[in-house]
């Protein structure tokens, strides 16, 4: 069992930067797959970026465009996304996700992939 909190989101300006955080509970933490999707109002939830375990294995959505890094430090049960060059179409909730178990391929960008999430944190992006 993982509980994870989201932090970090706030209002910035187009171009702007924001480090998101995920703290997560459990001492398996350092065994999941950690990933970030987003949901803008009326849209559905979407893969941001991914990290395996190890911390060595990473994914993006292409939309990232080498615009976001995620991270990962098991030793403080922490996942980052840090979050530069911010467009309003990247205005969302981003959320964190766990996978118990290893991901490739395809199953990186699905939501029914990951077991836990967050409750989410609000980046809104101003023009």
């Known amino acids: 069992q993982v509980e994870l909190v989201e932090s970090g989101g706030g209002v910035v300006q187009a171009g702007g930067s924001l480090r998101l955080s995920c703290a997560a509970s459990?001492?398996?933490?350092?065994?999941?797959?950690m990933a970030w999707f987003r949901q803008a109002p009326g849209k559905e939830r979407e893969f941001v970026a991914g990290?395996?375990?190890?911390?060595?294995?990473?994914r993006y959505e292409d939309f990232v465009n080498g615009r976001f890094i995620i991270s990962r430090d098991n030793a403080k049960n922490m996942v980052y996304l840090q979050v530069n060059s911010l467009k309003p179409e990247d205005e969302a909730v981003y959320f964190c996700?766990?996978?118990?178990?290893?991901?490739?391929?395809?199953?990186?960008?699905?939501?029914?992939?990951?077991?836990?999430w967050g409750q989410g944190t609000q980046v809104t992006v101003s023009s």
């Open positions: 996700a766990a996978d118990p178990r290893s991901v490739d391929g395809t199953s990186w960008y699905s939501i029914n992939e990951y077991d836990y």
């Open positions: 990290i395996n375990s190890g911390g060595i294995i990473t």
């Open positions: 459990g001492r398996a933490f350092s065994s999941y797959t």
